[in-house]
């Protein structure tokens, strides 16, 4: 798959294009009582799963605060175009992500600056860290009508909310309190609007352009874990029939089993996508048979997907279940289930631990 295979607006935003066309996938038994992943009871070959992972929860802030005269690394040039696109692409992989004041991590919430100043470090750029202060980074944009998918948006005067332009007069947002990130109309005139990204240019970290342009034939590494060449083709052809991003694949499968197709779980989830045996007779799949363990775990996660409209929200039903993602609005507060939506992110974007 090539970068002008899959266009300007990016992988992110034809993930959520495809996943209109398909239906959501057949109910099937849970992992546990939880969900497909127990939370709390090892939905991984280690038992202490979440003291396992605690090294690759992030830090309180993404980025550093920078001063108010822009971002503090500039894209190179580039003929790629879309560069705006990419960042909506990117925002909307937090759809349903909770609303927390002062939120900076996706997997417990994000408020409005910090939803921006997530998306554009995704994207390797540094933003300040507050709504005022990003609203006097880049380039000034004189009206609506002159804005462009990427750029800031913000309200108030001083201002006090900020969210990113998605086009048609509709912006990404992390509204309020009680509220989830959306999508939503531009209700009032924006105070400042201001343009991020260089003309003609387009993200190349590395997490970006390599894992998620091209996911799995670049090999994001996580620590020394790399995608196994035997396993690349079987996420790319399910995710290509299903809707959903080669690079999600194998990162779940890193996350759950590290690539060993013959891991078995405490709580008895077996194989590649240590799907438990009850889910796997429901998808119908052998779960110790890799090429079927992805097929599964690639129908249960695009079910998730259309159904919450959110990486993260699908993630955590795929851990926790679905259920608990209801009960709690979101990611639900485990700490096995917040570090483990985590991990797959980062290892999905390339990130070394």
Known sequence: ???????????????????????????????????????????TTNASFASALAGFLPGADVGSAQAATGPASAFPASTFPGAGEQVVADAK???????????????????????????????????????????????????????????????????????????NNTMVVAPKTGDVVKVESIYRTPSAIRHILPDGSAPTAAGFDAALLNPVAASPATGTATVPAAYRSLFEQAGQRYGVAPSLLAAVAHTESNFDPNAVSGAGAVGLMQLMPGTARGLGVDPRDPAQAVDG???????????????????????????????????????????????????????TA
């Open 1 to 43: 798959m090539s970068i002008d295979s899959i266009g300007p607006v990016g992988v992110q935003a034809r993930i959520l294009e495809i996943q209109r066309r398909f239906a959501p996938a057949a109910p099937v038994a849970s992992r546990s009582a939880t969900g497909n992943g127990a939370a709390g009871t090892g939905s």
């Open 93 to 167: 992989r937090y759809l349903g992500v909770p609303y927390v004041w002062g939120g900076t991590d996706p997997a417990k919430g994000l408020d409005c600056s910090g939803l921006v100043q997530r998306v554009y470090a995704d994207l390797g750029v540094d933003l300040p860290r507050v709504a005022a202060d990003q609203a006097r980074a880049g380039q000034p944009v004189a009206s609506l009508a002159d804005a462009r998918p990427g750029d800031l948006l913000a309200f108030g005067s001083p201002v006090d909310h900020i969210g990113i332009y998605a086009g």
């Open 297 to 351: 775990a690639a129908r249960l996660l695009a079910g998730h997907l259309r159904t919450y409209g959110s990486v993260p929200l699908a993630l955590a039903a795929y851990n926790a279940g679905p259920g608990s993602v209801d009960r709690y609005g979101g990611v639900p507060p485990f700490a096995e289930t917040q570090a483990y939506v985590q991990r797959v992110l980062d290892f999905q974007k390339g990130t």
